[in-house]
Nanobody
Framework: VQLQAFGGGLVRAGGYLRLSCAAA????????MGWFRQAPGMEREFVAG????????YYADSVKGRFSISRDDAKNTVYLQMNSLKPEDTAVYYC????????????????WGQGTQVTVSS
């Protein structure tokens, strides 16, 4: 499956952004989807994941209550709604997919999008 993430940008602290990740492929609904991020000089970290449409969602502690992941299998798209953004949310955000089951470990995801930059100013 091929993934393309978009929707990043520059926003002030307290603002919001909605990231989208469009997938090419007819079996999108069978993939677990995740969002990860990587700040300069830092390792890639898990942000949010969703097993299937309407299914369980998972969040890193740092974004719980502020971010929301969802998916629309009819549109082959997964979303990340980011509210109450903080400067420490600044990073390149990546979407990822895998067919073997949900995991917060980036090494467990076979497919990756190209990343979209999110910058939060203070």
């Amino acid at each position: 499956v091929q993934l393309q993430a978009f929707g990043g940008g520059l926003v002030r602290a307290g603002g919001y952004l909605r990231l989208s990740c469009a997938a090419a492929g007819r079996t999108f609904s069978s993939y677990v989807m995740g969002w990860f991020r990587q700040a300069p000089g830092m390792e890639r970290e898990f942000v949010a994941g969703i097993a299937w449409s309407g299914g369980p969602t998972y969040y890193a502690d740092s974004v719980k209550g502020r971010f929301s992941i969802s998916r629309d299998d009819a549109k082959n798209t997964v979303y990340l709604q980011m509210n109450s953004l903080k400067p420490e949310d600044t990073a390149v955000y990546y979407c990822a997919a895998d067919s073997t089951g949900w995991s917060p470990n980036s090494n467990d995801y076979a497919y990756w999008g190209q990343g979209t930059q999110v910058t939060v100013s203070s």
